[in-house]
């Protein structure tokens, strides 16, 4: 007997939470709908981990465009092994591995890319010892050695505009960090004045998920206790 519209978790996944036993099925319209395309009936689990990442096109084999945006649902199980299910739809796959890991009272580790997150991404200080952040039209240059912020407007049709602040004008530093498509952002906030004015003083953009957070976190820290300000996310 093929299974109700209701029975579906989603897409054409269903989960058992008795049987602990995951089931995707055909779509509809096709050939053996009636049964399950595979059935998996999980051991116990150790651990869920649902991986999020972005790359550039490409193409398969076939010359089938493939996704940029990839998601994949680990399950590890205690005797070894595990369960890998790749799912396109991310909703979907926060769906499946928030149930598996119900189904066993664990929680659901969020990751990057599955070949494991990638270092190095921290900006480069200039030849003259400062960081600098380009955003649109605005230049922000910190100068942590003459304790100055350089704030640089470029005008339409040409013109610059420029005003300086002091390092000491800084209340707080503040992690940013944002998904727009594919690509990921990291950018460290200074927040200066009484009217607590954002000013980006360090950023990297790249595809989603190969960025390490963690030295992004420390890097935010360690300028925060070089400026003296607080830090945080």
């Not at 093929?2 to 269903?14: A, N, Q």
């Not at 066993?104 to 494991?116: F, N, Q, R």
């Not at 005003?163 to 992690?175: A, F, I, M, N, S």
């Not at 200074?190 to 009217?195: D, R, S, T």
Request: with cysteine; net charge neutral; charged share 30%.
């Amino acid at each position: 007997m093929p299974p109700e519209e209701g029975d579906f978790l989603c897409g054409r996944w269903v989960w058992d939470p008795v049987l602990r036993e995951l089931r995707h099925y055909a779509r509809k319209g096709k050939r053996g709908e009636d049964e399950p395309a595979t059935v998996e009936r999980l051991p116990p689990v150790r651990s869920v981990t649902w991986y999020r990442w972005s790359q550039p096109p490409m193409q398969s084999h076939t010359g089938e465009v493939m996704p940029t945006r990839l998601s994949r649902v680990v399950a590890e199980y205690e005797s070894g092994g595990n369960l890998t299910v790749n799912e396109d739809d991310r909703e979907c796959a926060r769906k499946l591995a928030g149930a598996i890991a119900g189904a066993y009272g664990l929680p659901v580790t969020e990751a990057g890319a599955p070949d494991g997150r990638r270092g190095g991404n921290l900006p480069a200080r200039d030849a003259m010892g400062r960081l600098v952040t380009r955003s649109g039209r605005t230049e922000v240059a910190l100068d942590t050695a003459a304790g100055e912020i350089t704030i640089t407007l470029s005008k339409r049709p040409f013109g610059r505009s420029r005003r300086q602040l002091r390092t000491t004008d800084l209340r707080r530093l503040e992690l940013g960090y944002e998904v727009k498509g594919p690509l990921e952002t990291f950018t460290v906030w200074g927040v200066a004045g009484p009217e607590e004015e954002k000013l980006p003083l360090a950023s990297y953009s790249g595809y989603e998920g190969w960025a390490d957070p963690e030295e992004w976190r420390q890097f935010t820290q360690d300028l925060g206790r070089s400026l003296g300000v607080p830090a945080g996310p």
